[in-house]
């Protein structure tokens, strides 16, 4: 099964930008569509943006359109999310998902396999 493992986060001030970055081992992502969510201290997880297995089809929360952008290195074996213009109300725990589907989901209850999370952090 696929191991995940993020990183990247950090503390940023407000309209930084920070990039996240979701390595996998023991398997090759090229077979899952993979996707990103976060999750705010007291509050559900909350699906950010996910890419299909291709790279071809990627959809957005509408929270984050426009500021942020998923992409997809099979060769590396890595997931990536740039995050531009941040905001505070981005302040979480940021987790990278993958699902053994060509297509990716908006649903946590989809993703069968989970990374350890990366703290992110953006100061006013």
């Known amino acids: 099964q696929v191991q995940l493992v993020e990183s990247g986060g950090g503390l940023v001030q407000a309209g930084g930008s920070l990039r996240l970055s979701c390595t996998a081992s023991?398997?090759?992502?090229?077979?899952?569509?993979m996707g990103w969510f976060r999750q705010a201290p007291g509050k559900e997880r909350e699906f950010v943006v996910t890419?299909?297995?291709?790279?071809?089809?990627?959809y957005y929360a509408d929270s984050v359109k426009g500021r942020f952008t998923i992409s997809r290195d099979n060769a590396k074996n890595t997931v990536y999310l740039q995050m531009n213009s941040l905001k505070p109300e981005d302040t979480a725990v940021y987790y990278c998902?993958?699902?053994?589907?060509?297509?990716?989901?908006?649903?946590?209850?989809?993703?069968?396999?989970w990374g350890q999370g990366t703290q992110v952090t953006v100061s006013s």
């Open positions: 890419i299909s297995r291709s790279g071809i089809s990627t």
């Open positions: 023991r398997r090759t992502i090229s077979g899952y569509a």
């Open positions: 998902a993958a699902r053994p589907f060509s297509s990716g989901s908006n649903s946590p209850s989809e993703y069968g396999y």
